[in-house]
T-cell receptor, first 109, second 116 residues
């Protein structure tokens, strides 16, 4: 079966750095998305990786290793508004999105 | 990025009634739209893929006669929850992704359905 694993919840301090990991086992791979979802709202796009390596976009970076079935989202200079759930989603060989359960990130002052 | 709207944002209805949710892509044409359901503290669950001008493709376990999907134009898809029951209470989210599902999906703001 297809599976995506993320930690359920993480806590970090304002101003610090946090890394949210995502491991996947899917039938084929055509890219990996990270989305941010605030409580009661729809997800918003953060990043898309299809090749190995690090993609940096401001305070957020996303890394992919296809051989290891592994990705992480790195958030720097954390702000209180970064408190949200972060969803990892993989595009499989049928171009279907397989969603992880999400990681709830709690930022403390 | 592209904008997707949903209406209504919140609806409360009595058990047994039907509720229609609209999803519109405001500044691009979406040949494919997706309908998701999300229960509290859970991830998104894909319900169906809506294709303009053809029948929707439903995920396993989703009753097509209960969740009616119509994608009559390139900018509008509707989801009708028929004979709603309290267990249908959930957050329903649509997304649009252009011509293929592996492209970035743009999500609507979601519709909170509460069935009494």
């Amino acid at each position: 079966g297809q599976n995506i694993d993320q930690p359920t919840e993480m806590t970090a301090t304002e101003g610090a750095i946090v890394q949210i990991n995502c491991t996947y086992q899917t039938s084929g791979f055509n890219g990996l998305f990270w989305y941010q979802q605030h409580a009661g709202e729809a997800p918003t796009f953060l990043s898309y990786n299809v090749l190995d390596g690090l993609e940096e976009k401001g305070r957020f970076s996303s890394f992919l290793s296809r051989s290891k079935g592994y990705s992480y989202l790195l958030l720097k200079e954390l702000q209180m508004k970064d408190s949200a759930s972060y969803l990892c989603a993989v595009v499989d060989s049928n171009y279907q999105l397989i969603w992880g359960a999400g990681t709830k990130l709690i930022i403390k002052p | 990025g592209a904008v997707v709207s949903q209406h209504p944002s919140r609806v409360i209805c009595k058990s047994g009634t039907s509720v229609k949710i609209e999803c519109r892509s405001l500044d691009f044409q979406a040949t494919t739209m997706f309908w998701y359901r999300q229960f509290p503290k859970q991830s998104l669950m894909l319900m169906a893929t809506s294709n303009e001008g053809s029948k929707a493709t439903y995920e396993q376990g989703v009753e097509k006669d209960k969740f009616l999907i119509n994608h009559a134009s390139l900018t509008l898809s509707t989801l009708t929850v028929t004979s709603a029951h309290p267990e249908d209470s959930s957050f329903y989210i649509c997304s649009a992704g252009g011509t293929s599902s592996y492209n970035e999906q743009f999500f609507g703001p979601g519709t909170r359905l509460t069935v009494l």
